[in-house]
């Protein structure tokens, strides 16, 4: 167990640094929270009209195109997650967790996707 805790601790630089945080490992952060913001107000919306049928169709031409805004979202927020552990004399904690939530909204959108085409087919 603490082989563990000193392989996270190695990740963060020693409190020698500057104690600034990095911007792109904020922005990582803000794109991995808006993405779970976007869908939870998608699904909240979802499911008030569910009983509306034209308001069901209007979601559900709304929901690819959401889809695809959010993977962009994710996607860069990955990059910019990715970009920010690699600055030197930045705190790199933001960055890690941008890249885990981004990856996990990642995980959850692709296995979400294949079992909509598991049922679909």
């Known amino acids: 167990m603490k082989q563990g805790f000193a392989m996270l601790r190695s990740m963060f630089p020693n409190k020698s640094h500057s104690g600034k945080s990095s911007g792109l490992g904020i922005a ?25 049928i034209t308001a069901v169709g209007k979601m559900s031409i709304i929901g690819p195109g959401l889809t695809a805004f959010i993977l962009i979202l994710v996607f860069i927020g990955l990059l910019f997650g990715f970009v920010s552990l690699l600055e030197k004399q930045k705190e790199r904690f933001l960055g890690f ?25």
């Open 28 to 52: 990582s952060f803000v794109l991995g929270v808006l993405s779970y913001l976007i869908l939870i107000i998608y699904s909240g919306f979802v499911r008030y009209w569910r009983g509306n």
């Open 97 to 121: 967790l941008g890249i885990i939530l981004n990856m996990f909204f990642l995980l959850g959108i692709i296995t979400l996707s294949i079992i909509n085409l598991v049922n679909y087919l």
